[in-house]
Each structure stands twice: as C-alpha cells, then as structure tokens.
C-alpha cells in the first residue's frame, strides 16, 4: 500500500510503517505548503492508497465524498511521536483491511 503522511505528523512516524507499506511524507513528495484540497487531486494523481493526517477538522473543510483513498484521522491531544506510537497497530489494522475510501478516525487512548 503506498501510503503519504501529512507534513503535520512526526517524520519518525514514517519508520514505524514502512516494513510493511511504501510510506512517504509530504515533504518527501516535495508537496510542503500545498493545501488539502490540492493535495487530494496530487494523491489521487499519484497513485497513493492511504492519507494520515492529524487535522481532525480535515472532514469538515472537504468535499470528502469522492475520496482518492483511503483517509486516516489520528486524533491526539498533542502531535508529538511518543503519542503516535501507542495508534501503530490501530492504523496497520485500518491498513490491512481493505480499499475502501472512507474516513477513519483513531482516538487517542486515555
């Protein structure tokens, strides 16, 4: 599954997934500063199977109803690793089960 992080989450966050997937970051993608709407049509374009993103307000802002892939939405207090980490098998679960585009939403575990 090719997979792009948004320029928000932790670029460490990328080593955690990419034994299993072809994980890139925006910045990796060279797409830092391109807003939501425009990045949709680059993942779209780019072949991109799967978008985390830590906006939780992402649902809101876009028409999401032809989603290009696969939405994942990590909703934690602080956007700091240490806070990623403990979602790892939540979003490799979310990963793994199926292509449909839709939204997911992880919460953080208090």
């Known amino acids: 599954m090719k997979i792009l992080l948004d320029e928000n989450i ?4 990328k080593k955690y ?5 072809d994980v890139f970051t925006v910045n990796d993608m060279h ?10 049509k680059l993942i779209s374009a780019n ?4 978008w ?6 992402i649902q809101y802002q876009q ?4 989603l290009p892939c696969k939405v994942i939405i990590i909703d934690i207090y602080r956007n700091v690793l240490k806070n990623l980490l403990p979602l790892i098998p939540e979003v490799l ?18």
Do not use: M, P, Y
Not at 17 to 21: A, R
Not at 31 to 40: A, D, F, M, S
């Open 52 to 57: 985390i993103v830590v906006d939780k307000n």
């Open 93 to 110: 679960v979310l990963l793994s089960s199926g292509t449909t585009n839709d939204v997911f939403i992880l919460k953080e575990k208090e």
């Open 17 to 21: 997934l990419d034994e299993f997937h």
């Open 31 to 40: 797409w830092n500063g391109i807003k939501n709407g425009e990045l949709l």
């Open 63 to 66: 028409n999401l109803s032809r």
């Open 10 to 13: 932790d670029v460490r966050f």
């Open 47 to 50: 072949g991109f199977d799967c």
